[in-house]
């Protein structure tokens, strides 16, 4: 399964939305593939909703926190503590992820503002939830663009993932919550990295209807 597939059966989950004034964000890059079969079934906007996250040193792969657009930045300071990871560290990894973020403002939006989600419902898609930190980023990001609802939904995510989002998201939705959850990748048949083209072209592809 790659992540088209999952994007439809996701999409199957989300149908109670299509009665309302919907707008999917996926979260770069591979929620778009994601996002885009979600928004094409509820025939609803797809936009990109710009969140990066803050990986610990020597295992980038485990999130310390997250960075989002508007200012919006989480850390875990129990597990930075207990990675004993310094201040220094952190102010570098920030400076390196707000750079790729505004690089990809420039290349996914192309010059347009972030969407305005005044008396919108937010859903927010990813192509899975792990640690949490950039999809409870994500959601904070849609509260402060004034969503009135929002709805966090991902194909995979740990089995307590609806308590994590329990105060940062209004529902949250997912596929598949396994109990023994080891890495989003394991849901997938394909999950190689989703190139900037690829995310530009689906977005292009959404804007045209």
């Given amino acids: 399964m790659n992540r088209s597939h999952a994007g439809r059966k996701l999409a199957r989950r989300l149908e109670h939305l299509k009665g309302e004034r919907t ?3 996926g979260l770069p890059r591979g929620g778009i593939p994601v ?3 979600v928004a094409r079934r509820l025939s609803a906007p797809l936009e990109v909703l710009l969140v990066r996250k803050l990986g610990a040193p020597f295992q980038p792969e485990l999130a310390i926190g997250a960075l989002g657009e508007g200012g919006t930045q989480i850390i875990d300071r129990d597990r930075v503590r207990r990675l004993r990871i310094g201040a220094d560290h952190i102010e570098r990894l920030v400076d390196r992820e707000r750079a790729e973020m505004a690089r990809q403002a420039e290349v996914f939006r192309r010059g347009r503002p972030a969407v305005d989600l005044a008396g919108k419902t937010a859903a927010i898609v990813d192509d899975g939830v792990a640690t949490g930190s950039t999809a409870l980023a994500a959601c904070a ?14 194909p995979v995510a740990p089995f307590d993932a609806p308590a994590i989002f329990s105060e940062a998201a209004d529902e949250f939705v997912a596929v598949s919550t396994p109990r023994r959850f080891s890495a989003i990748g394991h849901f997938y048949a394909d999950f190689r990295p989703t190139p900037d083209h690829q ?10 209807g």
């Fill in 23 to 25: 707008v999917v964000l």
């Fill in 35 to 37: 996002g885009f079969e």
């Fill in 199 to 208: 995310v530009i072209e689906l977005l292009e592809r959404a804007r045209r």
């Fill in 141 to 154: 990001i849609a509260r402060r663009l004034g969503a009135d609802r929002v709805v966090m939904a991902a």
